[in-house]
Every structure is written in C-alpha cells, then in structure tokens.
C-alpha cells in the first residue's frame, strides 16, 4: 500500500527504514558523532544535486563520502597511502576525515569537480548501521542550511531543512558537536585542512611527523571566513575586554550576550551572560545548540571570549572565528 506523503514519517530512529530511502534515492538525515550529516547515495547523480539544492549548496562545493569501513575505500580513492593506512587504523570510525586522489568512477557532482574526495567512516553507531544497510557511499554535507551552524540535535535538521528531507534518522544530540577533522594527503605534505576533536598532535603522533598547520589553499567552504554563523552577530574579546565590548555594543542599542568560560564580574546591566563550559570537550558539544538558542532568544550580538587553543578547544576557537567572520586560525609561530 502507498502511503500519502502527508503520513510520511519524518522523523524516526530505524536505520533499515533510511537505508531503504536512500537506495530509492531519497535523502537522510543521520546522526554521527560530530555533527547530523544531510545523505544521499553518492552514486546517484539526482540524489547528490538534491543535496546542494536542500541546502543551498553552491556546486563547487565539495561532499564527504561516509563509508561503514576502511575496506570501501578502494572504490572511492584512486591510491591509499601508507600514511592514510595508519589514520584510518588509528582513528576510524571516528571524526577523521581524508583527503585523498579521487577514483575515476566518482561522479563529479560529488567532489565538486576537484580531483580529490573526502572520506571517513563515523562512529555513530545509528551511522554505521545505516551505511552497512545501505551497503554504499553515503555523500553527506552537514545538514544545515549552507553558511549557518551546523546540527548537532534531530531537533536543529527540521528547524533547518524541516520538509525537504525523507527522513531524519534521530540519535539524541551529537556526542563532539562540531564537525570532523579534515586532513588532505592528495599532495605531498599532509595539511590540515580543519581542526577538529582530533587533534594535530594525535595525528603527528601516529604519522610520526609534523604537520603544515594552516591550509596552503583550498575551495572548503568550511575554509571562507564566514561560515559556520548564528543569525547574531558574533564578536570575538578577549577575557579582560568582554565587559567593555559588550557595554559598547548595548549602548547601540543592541540585545547583547556574552558567551565565555567564566562570568565577567562587571558585566554590564542588560546584558546577558552564557556559559561555555570550561572542558573543552563539553564546550564543543554544546558550541552549536547554545549559539542556536542565543538567535531563539533573539541575541543581536554575542560577545565571544574563545578558549584557548589547546585539543578540541582549537576547533572551538576556529569555529568561533568563523562565526565572527574572521576565517581560519592564524598560523602557529
Ligand atoms: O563531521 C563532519 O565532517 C560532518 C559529518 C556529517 O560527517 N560533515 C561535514 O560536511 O562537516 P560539510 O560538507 O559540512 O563540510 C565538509 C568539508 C567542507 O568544508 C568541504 O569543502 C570539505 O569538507 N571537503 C570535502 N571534500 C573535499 C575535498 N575533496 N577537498 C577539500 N575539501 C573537501
Ligand atoms: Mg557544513
């Protein structure tokens, strides 16, 4: 029996259900542990042009290609090099994703017409279920609108993208909360290209080498200096001008917040005061839920103090500036 669209259920927690969907070409939204991924068969040239469609996407923007295991990758990439051998064994599944020479059968819809394509198989439980039903590759931007944050609830996909997704897989809230580290090994000397909760050292460690720490050039959009922004203005201060910064953008009128690990003890009356907690870890995880509740709340402006630039705290900060339009980390002396 067909059931009417209007019965469709948007929104459920089977991964045999969006595994079906997507072999019909439909789209998914799935959690992973960093962020909720918008998926589509990655081998359907429809399904991928609904992709960019859904979320305003422009082409030239390339996807990741999620995989349920290591062994997939052949299909994907033209050469796996040793050093992509070691990652994946050290941290797959899990937030790593790799940049690697494409295979020739990647549609180019895909990788945005570059000769690359990102890879990497979440830990997500709920993900791995779905891709090993599904049993291809899953092409999966994060599954928000394109320049807005990225969704860490099932809750965050429907505000988004709301009816023009199949199904949106829900697995609770995403356990790292901002998106996978991105390393590309296409090229001679790894780069990292976006720092995530693995960090530069882990991944030193396991190649055994140093690291280029600022990306040489690249078409990410993750790399423009606006991305990844809350619908307030965000406006980066350091501890000790949170006060100041924030009392000169009330006194324009503005509804301000102030977003730091601790509270300035002169805050200014009217506004507002947000904890990042102090772990870093907890502030990734609650980065993007809280930015989105300071728009709900109908924030102007939020006056961010970022913490410091130590393990996941740097993709903390990188994400930050972005939201401040500022662009990527300045290089490490
Ligand atoms: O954690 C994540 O990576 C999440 C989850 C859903 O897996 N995905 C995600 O996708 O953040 P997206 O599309 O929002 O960001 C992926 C980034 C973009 O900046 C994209 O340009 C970059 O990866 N990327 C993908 N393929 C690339 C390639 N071949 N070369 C350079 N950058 C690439
Ligand atoms: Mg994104």
Not at 221 to 241: F, I, K, M, N, T
Request: proline content about 8%; aromatic content about 4%.
């Amino acid at each position: 029996m067909k059931v009417p669209d209007a019965q469709r259920p948007a929104c459920g927690t089977d991964p045999l259900e969006g595994a079906r969907i997507l072999r019909r070409g439909g789209l998914v939204a799935f959690p992973t542990e960093t962020v909720y991924g918008l998926g589509g068969d990655a081998r359907n040239l429809e399904a991928v042009r609904r992709i960019f469609a859904v979320k305003g996407r422009p082409a030239g923007h390339p996807l990741i290609v999620h995989l349920s295991s290591v062994d997939a990758v052949t299909e994907w990439a033209a050469d796996w090099p040793e050093a992509a051998d070691k990652l994946a064994a050290g941290f797959w599944p899990g937030p790593l994703t790799l940049i690697l020479r494409k295979h020739t059968s990647v549609l180019p819809a895909v990788t945005g017409g570059q000769d690359s394509i990102g890879l990497r198989v979440p830990s997500h439980p709920l993900a791995l279920n779905l891709l090993q039903f599904f049993g291809g590759g899953v092409a999966a931007p994060s599954a928000n609108r394109f320049g807005h944050i990225s969704p860490t609830t099932a809750q965050h996909v429907l505000d988004d993208l709301g009816d023009s997704v199949d199904y949106v897989l829900d697995g609770g809230p995403c356990q790292v909360g901002v998106e996978s580290t991105i390393l590309d090994l296409s090229t001679d000397e790894p780069v990292l290209l976006r720092p995530g909760s693995i960090s530069g050292d882990e991944i030193e460690r396991v190649l055994g080498r140093k690291l280029t720490a600022t990306p040489a050039s690249t078409r990410a959009p993750g790399a423009l200096p606006q991305h990844y922004s809350p619908r307030a203005r965000v406006v980066l201060a350091g501890e000790d001008e949170l006060s100041r910064c924030a009392e000169r953008e009330a006194a324009a009128g503005a509804r301000v917040f102030v977003l730091s690990q601790t509270r300035p003890a002169d805050l200014p009356l009217g506004v507002l005061w947000r904890e990042l907690p102090l772990e870093a870890s907890e502030a990734a995880h609650e980065l993007y839920a809280t930015l989105r509740s300071l728009d709900t709340e109908g924030a102007d402006v939020v006056v961010a103090c970022p913490p410091g630039a130590v393990g996941i705290g740097t993709a903390v900060a990188d994400r930050l500036r972005r939201a401040a339009g500022l662009g990527n980390l300045p290089e490490a002396p």
